[in-house]
């Protein structure tokens, strides 16, 4: 029994060590250090640490510099969708009266960077998506959009980040760690992890129920060919089939703590 208990302890440590070597190697391996800064913000939220050290950091950085740190599409998405999941998660779990008015909730400025306060609207349709109007499907671009917005945004949108996003809701995909340095390979995993997992394709109907995200972004997609596109594309569907399309009603019941490991860092 007692040689069974060590083995037992020792297994349990290697994985975790395995884990926490995969988590580590992620983050050293990127090069920029505000992306670094929001691996490590999301990293100890994911982990249940105190995250007051990186919530500090974040307040206390220049917006000029990180405006210009951030150069490229991949870093801008890396450090904001970190950034995003990060408070989501954090907010919501301090107070989850918050998603009562979820309109308000998203709306309301309440992540503060830089001595600045942005709204979640903000960071993901300003941002993220490259000051896309957030009920235009993903068609029309925001002609009035601000100043901090154009600091800061992507210059073309990515219908993955979708899929990378994390609202707080039952339906959202689940919470990974992304790096700049890796994004392409990581947000093909979490977009084939999120539609292997919520995609019920029936062959002898040729019919495909997919998450509703495709509805509300279809814009975002168009470039890959829509929904019938991306499930070809991640193997969700055989590359032949041409299924009719139906979406799925969005869970919004509240669910935190949906975390991930990405399929390459297993």
Known sequence: MKRFFSTTVLVVFLLTNSFYAHSQGNIANEKNEYVKLSMRLLGAVKNGEDVSKYTQEMKALSLDELGEALKSDQEIKAFWINTYNAYVQILLTEDPSLFEDRGAFFKKDRVEIGGELFSFDFIEHGVIRG????????????????????????????????????????????VAVFSAVNLDNELDAIAEQFLKRTTDYKPGQEEAYVTTLFSWFKGDFSDEGGAVGFLRKYGVIPQEADPDIEYKDYDWTLATGNFTELSIYQ
């Open 131 to 174: 000051s896309k109007v957030k009920l235009s499907m993903g068609f029309l671009k925001d002609p009035f959009a601000g100043e901090l917005e154009k600091k800061f945004r992507v210059e073309e949108t990515d219908g993955r980040v979708h899929f990378a996003l994390n609202c707080g809701a039952k339906s959202c995909p689940y």
